[in-house]
């Protein structure tokens, strides 16, 4: 469809499935959340849509998995008001201030407000006592110098990391440990390739931690220590390893829907965003459903593009909260998208493959 705002992505199967019944929400199993810090914001709109309409009168389980503000944001799903919680994320992100050359420590500190205020009102144990909807998220266990909390030193592991990846995702288990936080029930994944995963249930004691260690960028924000169940240690983005996500989801019945800020295909983990001949494999995604902003809608929010982490450095509070709040109005133009497509069904009209 001319301008239309979204770019619908659908793997083999999906993408089969779209054209020979179309989508409804009972056709999803999951829903992925990626990392990408402020870029979410452009989401937040069809966020809205999902959780006031589209599975708001759910009744059969749906598993949800984010990493970094991909967590913050599928937490908000799985609380027994998620509307309210996405509400109190968003009012709590866009109001972040920090001095011109903040420390690790504060920014931990405007993260532990921020999930102060989408866990309110118990939230921790209605993420964990949800029947409906099941949390997951990932989280990096930093070993030798990247775990440090001295910046050059870190600097110096995670460089040997960055070297590593590019031999093979799985050179870094020296230096870099995937640890999958799951919900009680049993988890939607089995394996985990490259990097094998070490699984911790997740528990009302933990989830606050797992969640600040999911967004603990490297270098800019302080690692969390010792998550209660899980291996001693220094935690940090889950980005890290599963920044855009490269695993094997695969539904028994359903199809995975993974709203998304980029419309191309998806890195595996942050050391890959910049190494162009290494993208996710279209096998892993054969049942995902990808909803994307258009590059053309895209270049219509300030300065040309979403939301980006490069907006604390280059933009000082209140500019920078001005310019979120103008994206994210322009941004209501991608929740009335995705309702045209869900309320019309018009899902095979714009359904395309894999971009990659």
């Not at 944001?73 to 201030?97: G, I, M, S, W």
């Not at 460089?159 to 919900?183: C, D, Q």
């Not at 094998?196 to 302080?222: D, F, M, R, Y």
């Not at 590059?295 to 979403?306: D, H, R, V």
Request: charged share 20%; glycine share 8%.
């Amino acid at each position: 469809m001319a301008n239309f705002p979204l770019k619908i992505f659908a793997g083999s199967e999906a993408l089969a499935h779209i054209r020979q019944q179309g989508l409804t929400a009972n056709d999803i199993e999951m829903v992925l959340g990626a990392s990408g810090g402020p870029k979410w914001l452009s989401l937040a709109a069809i966020d809205r849509y999902l959780l006031s309409e589209w599975f708001a009168d759910r009744e059969k389980p749906l598993h949800v998995m984010g990493t970094s503000a991909g967590a913050w944001r599928t937490a908000c799903y799985a609380q027994n008001d998620p509307l309210a919680a996405h509400a109190r994320f968003q009012k709590a992100y866009v109001e972040q201030n920090y001095s011109d050359k903040p420390t690790a420590e504060e920014v931990a500190a405007g993260c532990v407000h921020i999930l102060e205020q989408v866990l309110a009102n118990n939230g921790a144990a209605q993420i964990i006592n949800n029947p409906k909807v099941r949390y997951h998220t990932v989280v990096a266990r930093c070993r030798g110098l990247a775990a440090s909390d001295q910046k050059h030193i870190q600097s110096i592991g995670l460089a040997g990391a960055m070297l590593a990846n590019l031999v093979s995702r799985g050179a870094m288990r020296g230096l870099i440990e995937r640890t999958f936080f799951h919900h009680p029930e049993k988890p939607p994944i089995d394996h985990f390739p490259h990097l094998p995963a070490a699984h911790v249930a997740l528990t009302e004691q933990n989830i606050k931690p797992a969640l600040l260690a999911t967004g603990a960028i490297p270098l800019v924000i302080s690692g969390v220590k010792n998550i209660p169940g899980a291996a001693r240690g220094t935690y940090r983005d889950g980005g890290v390893t599963d920044y855009q996500f490269d695993l094997p989801v695969y539904p028994e019945r359903g199809f995975v829907l993974y709203p998304h800020y980029f419309a191309r295909a998806p890195k595996g983990g942050w050391f890959d965003k910049k190494l162009r001949w290494r993208t996710a494999s279209r096998e892993h995604y054969k049942r995902t459903i990808i909803v994307a902003p258009s590059w053309e809608f895209a270049a219509t929010l300030p300065g040309g593009q979403i939301p980006d982490l490069q907006d604390f450095y280059d933009f000082k509070y209140p500019e920078r909260r001005q310019r979120w709040d103008t994206a994210l109005q322009q941004c209501e133009a991608l929740g009335e998208a995705f309702a045209d497509l869900d309320q019309n069904n018009r899902w095979a009209e714009v359904a395309e493959p894999l971009p990659w």
